[in-house]
């Protein structure tokens, strides 16, 4: 194929014209969105576990499938190995899951160490596959005292290091105790409508999103490495 004269630097073999065509669904989308959630905290009254549950119970209404998962018993990242059942239960659930919600408190002005604990020992790279690529992700958080945004922020630098598609709208929960009754409910306010809203669109995006991620997920500088290998290979075998 001939170079391209405007862009001399390209490979207009593994360039291709991005088309509305080329998005078209792809697989089995006939079950229900799977959502996988992760809160960042071990107490027993734990005010991110709450949230989580009910954001939970928001997607269950919309149609999703819903798996939270327990980080209690998983061990410090590193600690142990790969093949550990907390670490192959999170692994697997991230490899199932389309979108994902992390939430966590704030603890010296960032996640916790739960919750920060959870997102490494997810992998970028198993083998060929990329657990977290392409999924969507929400981001919420709760204070102890007045509302701050230092968790989510944080936790949208690791989703997009992560290489995940993190929806605009968040959740920042101050004063969390004032927020939950003792069942552990979150009671009726302008919170808890930003917390409909961020699971509304979180919903509406893995829709939208499902079924195109490997198109919209495959880059130019990765297929042009792969088809240098190949022909590396090739000439190591003359």
């Known amino acids: 194929m001939d170079k391209i004269a405007s862009l001399p630097n390209i490979n207009p073999e593994q360039l291709g014209l991005p088309t509305l065509d ?3 669904p792809v697989g089995e989308l006939t079950h229900p969105p799977r959502i996988l959630m992760l ?22 209404h919309f149609g999703a499938e819903v798996r939270i998962f327990d980080p209690k018993d998983l061990p410090m990242a ?13 692994r697997e659930l991230c490899l199932w899951s389309e979108g994902q919600v992390w939430c966590s408190p704030e603890r010296h002005g960032t996640v916790t160490a739960v919750m920060k604990n ?4 997810i992998p970028l790279e198993m083998g060929a596959i990329r657990p977290s690529q392409g999924r969507t992700l929400a981001v ?15 936790l949208r630098l690791l989703g997009r290091w992560m290489r995940m598609f993190t929806i605009p709208n968040q959740s920042s929960v101050p004063m969390a105790y004032k927020e939950f009754d003792d069942a ?6 302008g919170y808890y409508d930003r917390v409909v809203d961020v699971m509304e669109e979180l ?5 939208l ?9 495959d880059r130019y500088s990765e297929r042009n490495e792969r088809s240098m290998k190949v022909i590396d290979r090739a000439i190591e075998r003359i």
């Not at 809160?39 to 269950?60: K, N």
């Not at 590193?78 to 907390?86: F, I, L, N, Q, R």
Request: net charge positive; hydrophobic share 35%.
């Open 22 to 24: 080329k998005l078209a």
């Open 39 to 60: 809160y960042g905290s071990l107490r027993e009254r734990s005010f991110s576990r709450f949230l989580t549950e009910e954001a939970g119970r928001i997607l269950e």
């Open 78 to 90: 590193g600690s142990v190995s790969e093949d550990h059942p907390k670490v192959a239960e999170l």
């Open 118 to 121: 959870q997102i490494d020992w």
């Open 140 to 154: 919420m958080q709760v204070c102890g005292g007045s509302q701050s945004f230092n968790v989510v922020n944080t």
């Open 184 to 189: 552990g409910r979150m009671r009726q306010s």
């Open 203 to 207: 919903f509406k995006m893995t829709l």
């Open 209 to 217: 999103l499902r079924g195109r991620t490997d198109y919209l997920t």
